[in-house]
């Protein structure tokens, strides 16, 4: 990540020509040309959704972008191809002064600089599937019908984003934050939406949850090691967690809910095998029986005795501390954990758990699942 200045072009008087008062702030975009350790990049904006792999824009020569659907004399700013070099950022600085912009925006200089990218170099022209945008419904119903189903960059551009609304796939409607439900006849706003919670909503909140894992790494909170693992109930209530390594260990129970089990995950999330808990002591040797899934951990076989070291958690040094003999602990573990095996999930449910984060990637929501769920939408 690089953290750059904010630059605004301050053009009030386009911006509100445009109705957008906020892009002002977009000339920031200026800065990709000072990324000089690459030699060629494609900048995305952020309402952007990659859907496939686009390698091959890097083919392209600066500045490739696709044409702008309500100008398609002009490009479309949100994805393009350039080549960074300061030279280049420079003179958008020196052209962002002396000319201004026509739209107030980052894409009214960015068309006036590379002004020859209409009529020069067919090469320079993105097909629309690289950039298309919500309008291409309303505009051009058939051809986003026809076309729409090999998008590879979806845009949406435009005042309405998707994170701004929520989608019911029970009813099919939606509704914009804090305000009534948003006419069903919609029927982009209504895919962005839908899109957007399935694809990126996960994505983010997946990234935020490797953000907190990291940084509990550095400064570990024991009351928040706390790991689901699909199929099986794991306690809310870990048993110990082991603070100075990468392993957490916590109480759960089978899937089938019968013997509580010793979950013993690596930091990671990668399960390494689970135990019915016998032993509970500062140090308990575990003989791992059968990994319960293919662990990528070269050291942890079938058959092997591992020693893992428990460091005292509150939980169970509080458990130690009232009740001292071995059975008294597992019962104590038992009460904590077991749990009566779910009902299968239902589609809100297993929305539910897609919005937090909780993605079966392997499995119902592998990407040709998504893919599926996306054609069905554009087809
Ligand atoms: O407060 C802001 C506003 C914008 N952006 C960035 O700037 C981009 C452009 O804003 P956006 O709301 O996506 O604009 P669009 O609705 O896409 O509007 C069009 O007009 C903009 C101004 O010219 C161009 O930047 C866009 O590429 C073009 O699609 C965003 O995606 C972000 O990457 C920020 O980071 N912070
Ligand atoms: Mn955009």
């Known amino acids: 990540m690089v953290d750059v200045d904010e630059i605004d072009s301050k053009d009030a008087m386009c911006l509100a020509l445009l109705k957008r008062p906020e892009l002002g702030v977009t000339f920031t975009k200026f800065h990709c040309w000072t990324l000089t350790q690459f030699s060629k990049c ?154 957007y919670s399935s694809t990126i909503l996960p994505l983010l909140k997946k990234v935020q949850e490797s953000y907190e894992l990291a940084l509990r790494k550095e400064k570990p909170d024991l009351s928040e090691n706390q790991i689901e693992f699909e199929g099986a109930l794991i306690s809310s209530h870990p048993l110990s967690t082991s603070v100075n390594t990468e392993y957490v260990i916590e109480t759960t129970v089978d899937s089938c809910g019968e013997s509580p089990l010793l979950l013993v995950t690596k930091r990671e999330a990668v399960v390494l095998f689970q135990q019915p808990v016998q032993k509970v002591e500062s140090t308990i040797d575990i003989t791992v029986a059968e990994p319960c899934q293919s662990s990528t951990l070269p050291n942890v076989q079938p058959g092997l005795q591992h020693t893992v070291e428990m460091v005292g958690t509150s939980l169970y040094s509080d458990i130690c501390e009232k009740k001292n003999t071995q059975e008294e602990v597992t019962s104590s573990v038992s009460e904590l954990s077991i749990q009566p095996e779910p009902d299968p999930p239902s589609a809100e449910d297993q929305r539910r758990k897609w919005e937090e984060g909780h993605i079966d990637y392997l499995g119902k929501d592998a990407f040709e699942n998504i893919q599926k769920k996306l054609d069905s939408f554009l087809l």
């Open 42 to 195: 494609v900048f995305l904006d952020a309402d952007t959704l990659v859907l496939c792999n686009v390698d091959e824009l890097f083919d392209r020569e600066e500045l490739s972008a696709a044409p702008d659907s309500g100008w398609p004399d002009c490009f479309n700013s949100g994805v393009f191809v350039f080549r960074p070099s300061l030279k280049t950022f420079n003179l958008l600085l020196q052209f962002a002064n002396e000319c201004g912009s026509f739209d107030g925006g980052d894409q009214g200089l960015l068309n006036n600089f590379f002004s020859n990218w209409a009529t020069t170099d067919i090469s320079k022209h993105l097909p629309f599937l690289y950039n298309m945008s919500s309008s291409a419904v309303y505009t051009y119903a058939p051809a986003f019908r026809y076309f729409g189903k090999d998008a590879k960059i979806v845009h949406f551009l435009g005042s309405t984003k998707p994170w701004n609304y929520k989608y019911n796939p029970q009813t099919k409607t939606i509704t914009e934050d804090g305000s009534a439900s948003v006419s069903e006849s919609q029927l982009f706003l209504n895919f962005a939406v839908e899109m």
